[in-house]
């Protein structure tokens, strides 16, 4: 039924979907006359009052186009007793467009560059993903060998920590202001709270790793990662997280802007401390890491990326190309030069918002980052929306294939 049609009905009071934009000549009746009404459009158009910063009841900002098939088949399970096998679902999306084509692209992109054996796969991730329960996702990545290498914030790493150890995030309720969360020193992300007595636990572990350490020379972010995998891993057997499957999996793990986090708050004050009881702190050297991703890379024959965002992960990655390149050119080395082969990204910015993480794969050619005839895709998405359903593919299509 169209948005005209139904504001032309007499009855009222029923429940609906509405899928998509409407007009404001339609706009009063769709907000007033259904009892209750769910929202799916990528344009944040819902009912006057019903979202909130924090809060968004029967509301989907998300291209119908990939929405709709997702929930039809979902429901046509719980309802009907129908399974859809995932593989089905990624190729039926093909025929939909706009990102449901994408996610379809993105899916034999992802294949393809996970059948190359002879491609080192970075995984980069910012944003919320371990708050938003992403972490899991990564750790079938890290354990499948999905991911050979991973690039991340510090507060993506510090909040994924809270989960090793057991920890819980929680709900927003927006009863609740943020003042009235700050004085509880509940800290909000979005529309999960993380208390701060998580992140007091999540201290006092990263101070039973580095009180080991002596400080007589500094370590890079890697270095501490795997050592904080090593703990988790000694002391939380029976917990899945990032850095633990990463340790067993020998994964490093990169965190760039490491300062920018809870961890880097952390050191900084044990730091501190040290200095009090005459022990030297500990330092970090991010030239240790530039120093390990030029080897990671130009060891390998290729090496793609699969990109959950953007930010300093993702440049921290694709900018190792022009290093090697300057690299050679200003100190007369002789590195085999090296552009990434694949790429797949999802994230919703697009280009003319002009930040990194809109970047496209062909801008990236112009700094000789991306390989000209790469295998490329771009999935302008919540990665929460599309992320789960990739990767499970992939698990299952690789999986079939040994068999």
């Known amino acids: 039924m169209l948005p005209s049609q ?4 007499k009855f009222s009071g029923e429940n609906v979907i509405i899928v998509g934009a409407f007009s404001e000549r339609n706009a009063e009746a769709i907000y007033t006359k259904p009892e209750r009404a769910i929202y799916i459009n990528p344009f944040d158009m819902a009912r006057p009052g019903q979202i909130k910063d924090g809060y968004f009841p029967d509301a989907v900002f998300a291209d119908p186009r990939y929405i709709m098939p997702v929930l039809y088949r979902t429901l046509d399970e ?4 129908k399974r859809t096998p995932v593989g089905q679902l990624i190729s039926d999306l093909a025929s939909y467009g706009g990102v449901a084509s994408q996610v379809s692209r993105g899916a034999k992109a992802l294949h393809t560059m996970a059948r190359d054996k002879n491609c080192l796969r970075f995984l980069t991730v910012s944003g919320a993903m371990t708050v938003g329960k ?3 996702v990564i750790c079938d990545m890290i354990e499948s060998g999905l991911s050979h290498a991973i690039s991340s914030t510090g507060a993506l790493m510090a909040h994924g920590l809270v989960s090793s150890i057991g920890l819980k995030h929680y709900k927003y309720n927006p009863a609740y202001d943020d003042t009235a969360l700050a004085r509880r020193k509940l800290n909000r992300v ?4 993380e208390p701060e007595t998580n992140l007091d636990t999540v201290e006092e572990v990263l ?5 080991q350490l002596d400080g007589a020379r500094p370590i890079s972010p890697t270095v501490l990662n795997k050592l904080i995998g090593k703990h988790l891993a000694e002391h939380y057997p029976n917990e899945r997280g990032i850095l633990k499957s990463a340790y067993l999996r020998g994964v490093p793990v990169f965190v760039p802007a490491f300062v920018d986090s809870e961890l880097g708050n952390d050191l900084y004050i044990h730091n501190v401390k040290r200095k009090r009881r005459g022990k030297k702190p500990i330092l970090m050297d991010l030239e240790s890491d530039s120093k390990e991703l030029i080897k990671l890379v130009t060891e390998a024959k290729r090496f793609g990326i699969f990109t959950v965002g953007g930010g300093v992960p993702r440049n921290n990655v694709q900018n190792v190309a022009p290093l090697i390149e300057i690299v050679n050119e200003r100190l007369g080395t002789n590195l085999p030069p090296r552009r990434f082969t694949y790429g797949i990204r999802i994230c919703p910015d697009r280009p003319h918002f002009g930040h990194l993480s809109g970047c496209t794969y062909s801008e990236n050619e112009s700094w000789r980052k991306a390989a000209k005839n790469g295998v490329y895709a771009e999935i302008q998405a919540d990665a929460t929306q599309v992320w789960p359903f990739l990767v499970k593919h992939i698990l299952e299509t690789l999986a079939e294939k040994k068999t």
Request: aromatic share 10%; net charge negative; hydrophobic share 40%.
């Open 6 to 9: 139904y504001a032309r009905r």
């Open 78 to 81: 719980w309802i009907n007793g």
């Open 134 to 136: 992403m972490d899991l």
């Open 190 to 193: 979005t529309d999960t709270l």
């Open 207 to 211: 101070g039973e790793v580095i009180d």
